[in-house]
């Protein structure tokens, strides 16, 4: 699994105050600590900064380019085109991805022409001006109809097009937590060469943060089922790059990664994890299986769901 690090983000009051404090060493440490733990890219979040972003973006891109070479992949996350032009003037031609357009008229006339200029990969997302479908079929339809027309109109390779059809979270909007999964799987089943993306944290926003580790990795394994390419993701979480290892390595050697295995290759088949499958005798099973169905939308989700 590709992982571009998540932990470079203006949500974080650490960052948002290293930023405003020009505070360099806080960056490379951060992006060193990412990239020694797999990140394959960074997100640079740093938010709209409607008035510094000419500055902060390209000031950021050297500090983090210090820590990690002028090779490494780095991932633009700002609505500000301006400040992301200026970024990219800093990074060699093929190791930059803008974070993001939408379906949106002004973002799509905008955005793609840029990646082209710069030879960048961009991130699509399945939202429109009336915001984001429910279904996976009509947040496909945005992708199909409104973002593959137009990087072909501009002449962006359909690979260099990462379609991230919208991780929600599971607090508040559940109906929308298993379409991405079902997004995800027609994208790749499409024909096109087309790259997908989530932003993996998205599904545990606004829950206890106690919670967040286990829905996020459970979460990251159907993804992974349905031929996820890339996330934006946390590389400290161990727990989470364990879950990832597991998949990837096929290991059942333990029963929880049996039941890992289990929820992969169903979701792949399009089928659903069964209490047979689960021994209810063991506590990280049971976490699971619980998680599993607040994910599927079967049970509705409460901070105490684990406790039911």
């Not at 070479?69 to 085109?81: A, E, M, V, Y």
């Not at 992969?264 to 599993?292: F, L, N, S």
Request: one cysteine or more; aromatic letters at 4%.
């Amino acid at each position: 699994m590709y992982i571009i690090g998540e932990n470079i983000h203006i949500i974080s009051p650490k960052v948002k105050e290293a930023i405003a404090a020009r505070d360099g060493a806080f960056f490379v440490d951060l992006a060193r600590k990412q990239v020694q733990n797999g990140a394959k890219a960074l997100d640079l979040n740093v938010g709209p900064q409607k008035k510094a972003g000419t500055e902060v973006v390209p000031w950021l891109v050297e500090v983090v380019q210090e820590a990690v070479g002028q090779d490494f992949t780095l991932s633009l996350d700002t609505t500000n085109l301006e400040a992301i032009k200026a970024g990219l003037k800093k990074i060699p031609r093929g190791k930059a991805i803008i974070n993001s357009t939408s379906a949106e008229a002004e973002r799509l006339e905008a955005v793609p022409p840029v990646a082209v200029e710069y030879g960048t990969k961009i991130i699509g997302l399945t939202m429109a001006k009336e915001g984001i479908p429910v279904s996976a079929e009509a947040r496909v339809s945005l992708a199909l109809e409104k973002l593959v027309p137009r990087c072909e109109e501009v002449g962006l390779p359909l690979d260099h097009l990462i379609v991230d059809p919208l991780v929600l979270t599971v607090k508040g909007c559940q109906e929308f937590v298993p379409q991405c999964v079902e997004a995800v799987r027609i994208l790749k089943q499409s024909g096109l060469p087309l790259l997908t993306n989530a932003g993996l944290s998205n599904v545990s926003n606004q829950v206890p943060p106690e919670l967040r580790p286990l829905i996020n990795r459970t979460y990251m394994v159907m993804l992974m089922a349905v031929g996820l390419d890339m996330a934006i993701a946390d590389p400290l979480d161990q727990n989470l790059k364990e879950f990832i290892r597991i998949v990837e390595d096929r290991d059942e050697s333990s029963a929880v990664g049996k039941l890992v295995l289990t929820l992969h290759d169903r979701t792949a088949a399009g089928e659903e994890v069964t209490p047979d499958d689960v021994d209810m005798k063991d506590p990280e099973q049971t976490a699971i299986w619980k998680t599993i169905q607040i994910l599927l939308n079967k049970v509705i989700y409460a901070d105490a769901y684990l406790n039911v």
